[in-house]
């Protein structure tokens, strides 16, 4: 199945239901990565190619199952901590992210009245694949230290949490994660350009 195509969602979806049923879950999990300098290693093909597994595949993927769904229903949005803040290095994945985070949150107003959830995972740096070739002053940093099982433990926890009053729309993954989402809500903004700043690139930055 390719993410990027809208008749490949609706023959997957279709497929499923055929097969095995309603929908009641769905994860967003499709996502690629291109590490390093946005204009020396980066490309209008990379650009292109990342924005489309990235964020369309989301949107697609939220749109096609939206007729889908019953009450009760939950969608959950790979996220990530470069949505925090820009991470360097990673500036067009940091930016699809960004992107998801939008999706997550307006769908979250948005479909709360059909009684759908809809919701995200911020996991750090992951040991999977998508990593094997990505060095940056971040991972150098912080290390890659969640695995794939962390993530879909985390996963699991989003789907079989009931529905509350006060929904709570990110779920931070890894220790490391949680402490940088929580202090972006509470520090300046300043603040959190300069802890992110130490903590992802070894550049000379003005504070």
Known sequence: MDVTKPEDWDAGIEDFEANVGQIDVLVNNAGILFGGAFTKE???EKDSATVDVNLKGVLYGCRAAFPHLQPGAKIVNMCSASAIYGTPDM???SATKFGVRGI??????EWEESGITV???WPLYVKTGMLDNVRTDGTDRLGIRL???DVAAEVADVVERPRVKVARVHTPVGLQ????FALS???PVAMTRFVNAKLTTKRKVKF
Do not use: V
């Open 42 to 44: 980066g490309s209008f």
């Open 91 to 93: 500036a067009t994945y």
């Open 104 to 109: 997550t949150e307006a769908l979250n107003l």
């Open 119 to 121: 919701e995200s995972i």
């Open 147 to 149: 695995t794939a099982d």
């Open 177 to 180: 994660t949680k402490i940088m």
């Open 185 to 187: 809500h509470f520090s």
